[in-house]
């Protein structure tokens, strides 16, 4: 029996869908992620937006995953607190041995 000792580490963006999404300021934006390694250690995904405009309702900023080979999804809700004038970038990270994946998309509150 032969077994693989490859290392992988793939991020998904489910929702939503890039590159850009509009949200009323009051509302809430759904996020979800599927996280899928092979042969990993310690992997950990985090979650990077504008805490000026934005707050996490649900979800968990960083969180770390376990087992060493896994498909797992995530999800947070981010509430509009604050009108913006740009577009604001939202960046999910995932971690694991010496690789990283990542997916952003930008947001803009009126």
Excluded at 11 to 32: A, G, N
Aim: aromatic share 6%; with cysteine.
């Amino acid at each position: 029996m032969i077994i693989s000792t490859k290392r992988s580490l793939k991020l998904f963006l489910e929702k939503p869908r890039p590159p850009m999404v509009q949200v009323t300021v009051h509302d809430s934006i759904d996020i979800c992620v599927e996280v899928i390694a092979n042969n990993t250690n310690n992997c950990s995904v985090s979650i990077k937006y504008d805490t000026n405009h934005f707050k996490l309702t649900s979800g968990k900023a960083l969180d770390v995953l376990s087992g060493s080979s896994f498909s797992k999804k995530l999800s947070w809700i981010l509430k509009a607190i604050k009108i913006s004038n740009n577009h604001l970038l939202t960046q999910i990270t995932a971690q694991a041995n010496n690789m990283v994946q990542m997916s952003s998309f930008q947001i803009k509150v009126v």
